[in-house]
């Protein structure tokens, strides 16, 4: 009996919860979400449901423990760069980075805005907005910009990535859409006729930072704005100085 009690106590101890999170991330990367059961995670980790019930209560703990896994082992420490703009740069790459490692991540980040992650990544980001002077009255509007900036893009690459999953690379895939773009009526879409060729050459990472150097930029121009932060805008929709 005592003999019994020893080995279910090693058992319990091996399977912690650590390694039931670790093994999540692994069975979310290669199924997705539609994936991820206590069932099969039982048989990933040779154990029985009932084992995983004691450390994470139910699938939604699991995945917002997944997410938050997934991000701390890619995200670039907050105080990472010279200035707050590198700062921001970093945070933004380590999120990136980490929705193309696991494309679930992106996903998940959406759906609830009040998990870790989610909080620790505007709040890393909040700091930086605060650091580089841009008005109280604008900090929100700013944070939020650059992680819905982030999210979206990620998230954007994620699906993409998904729907070519075992069809086509994703050369091939730009190349085709490339040529599409191009034969399009150029009475219709002359701009989207011209731009083609950048569409199939460009690397999304680089195009990534690029977006977030314009919103860089945009926010530099805060700190020259009005005492009441960010630019009126009349009925048009046109920003304005007053």
Known sequence: MTTRTRHAERREDALSRERIVSAAVELLDVTGEGGLTFRALAARLETGPGAIYWHVANKSELLIAATDA??????????????????????????????????????????NPTQPAMLRIFERIGRQVQVLGVPPSAQFTVASTVLNFILGVGGQNAANAR????????????????????????????????????????????????????????????????????????????????
């Open 163 to 242: 729907a070519l999953a075992g069809t086509t690379n994703r050369t091939d895939f730009l190349k085709t859409v490339s040529a599409a773009w191009s034969s399009l009526d150029p009475s219709e879409y002359p701009f989207t006729r011209n731009v083609a060729d950048q569409l199939r050459d460009h690397d999304d990472r680089v195009e990534f930072l690029n977006g977030i150097n314009l919103i860089l930029t945009g926010i530099s121009g805060l700190r020259r704005a009005p005492a009441g932060g960010l630019p009126q805008q009349p009925a048009g929709g046109i920003p304005t100085s007053k």
């Open 70 to 111: 997934a991000l701390t082992t890619t995200m670039i420490d907050e105080t990472a760069g010279d200035t707050p703009e590198d700062a921001i740069r970093a945070v933004a790459l380590g999120v990136f980075d980490a929705i193309d490692a696991h494309p679930w991540v992106g996903t998940q980040l959406s759906h």
